[in-house]
Every structure is written in structure tokens, then in C-alpha cells.
């Protein structure tokens, strides 16, 4: 099992992560807007680790175990959405990995930013893989700290709050800096390196 360190490593940046922000969404109360069907956030690619490749590969095969059909439903979004986006993906689309060119990723992703994620489920407008998704949906809507770098919040949320009261329920994600050593150990384990989008990550197989 080439990935198992890294699994287990992602496994423990998931729990320190979903520990943070709940704590965030404790101190934020009512002013976090956030709730299903709510699918600002779900529009528009944007890039990528493979950790969380990896995660959504993986949470879509559970999925397929359980509900093939649902899977299958998803897969196949995802590579429409390949489809869509291959023609002037700035990278290589044969592996759906980014090169290395912010402006050009800028650009790209602002060109597609009314493009649905596949995961996101057009009835109910929640999250299929929501226990698999990326690092960035699971921080996306609280102000958050990652690293040295402050983000801000989702615009639909704290509306009225002062920015002392935003920043009253800041929260510290990964302050261990887990992801960085989750990844370190996936590309020890021979995965590729760079980043890549949710659709290539759920176009491919089950594994």
C-alpha cells in the first residue's frame, strides 16, 4: 500500500480541519450563511492538490460501492465538464495536471467561472462527495488562517458584523502545517506532482 502514510495523514488534516472550522462556525453563529443549496461556491473550477485529488477519487469509489448509479451520474459530469474545459486547460489535458502560469490559470478559470463542480447534485444543490472535498470547500465561508496567509470570508456571510467581530472567528486550519507533509509523503509514494482540477480528478476510474 504505496499511499497509506499519506492516506493517513490526510485522514488527520481532515480531523484538524473539520475540528477548526467547527469551532469557527460556533463562534460565528448566525452570521455564517452557509447551508445546502447555497451553490455560490460550487460554480467556477479552480485548482487543485492531488491530497485532495486523491480524497475525492476515493470518496467517489465509496460512493460507487454503495450507489453505482450515483456515481456514475457524477462521473459523468465530470468528464463533460473535461470535455468542456480541455480545449484551453493551461496544462496538459491528458493529465489534468497545471502548468505552472498563475495569470494564464487566472484567466482560464474566469473564462469557465459559471461551470457547476460534478460533484455538486443540480436537484438539492448539496455536495455528493462532501465528506471527500477539497481543502478549499471545507474552509470556504468562515475567515480563516492558513499559515501566514489570512482569507477572507465568503461575501454572502457576516453581513452587518464589524471586521473585529469577522475576526473575533478567525480560525488557525492546519496550524501543524499536515497538508504540507500529507503531500510530501503522496509524492514520496511516486504520485504526481502539481495541481489538477475536481473534474479531472473525477473523470477517471474508481481507484
Known amino acids: ?24 462556525g460556533r463562534r460565528s453563529g448566525a452570521w455564517l450563511a452557509c447551508r445546502v443549496g447555497c451553490t455560490e461556491c460550487c460554480l467556477g473550477p479552480f485548482p487543485i492538490n492531488m491530497l485532495d485529488a486523491r480524497r475525492l477519487a476515493r470518496g467517489l469509489a465509496g460512493l460507487a460501492a454503495r450507489d453505482a448509479e450515483r456515481a456514475a451520474r ?4 465530470a468528464r463533460q465538464a473535461v470535455a468542456e474545459l480541455a480545449a484551453d486547460f493551461p496544462g496538459d489535458p491528458a493529465t489534468g495536471i497545471l502548468r505552472e502560469d498563475e495569470k494564464a490559470e487566472e484567466r482560464f478559470c474566469e473564462r469557465h467561472a459559471a461551470l457547476p463542480c460534478p460533484a455538486l447534485d443540480p436537484d438539492s444543490g448539496g455536495c455528493e462527495l462532501y465528506a471527500a472535498r477539497p481543502l478549499s470547500c471545507r474552509s470556504y465561508g468562515p475567515p480563516v488562517r492558513l499559515g501566514a496567509e489570512a ?19 478567525r480560525v488557525e486550519i492546519d496550524p501543524e502545517g499536515v497538508e504540507f507533509a500529507a503531500l510530501e509523503e503522496l509524492e514520496a509514494a511516486g504520485a504526481p506532482r502539481g495541481q489538477t482540477l475536481i473534474a479531472f480528478a473525477l473523470a477517471g476510474r474508481d481507484t
Not at 1 to 23: G, K, N, T
Not at 151 to 169: F, H, I, K, N
Open 1 to 24: 500500500m504505496p499511499f497509506a502514510d499519506a492516506d493517513a495523514a490526510d485522514r488527520r488534516l481532515i480531523q484538524i480541519v473539520d475540528a477548526a472550522l467547527a469551532e469557527g
Open 151 to 169: 482569507l477572507p470570508p465568503c461575501r454572502l456571510c457576516y453581513q452587518g458584523a464589524s471586521q473585529a467581530e469577522v475576526e473575533d472567528c
Open 74 to 77: 457524477i462521473r459523468e459530469r
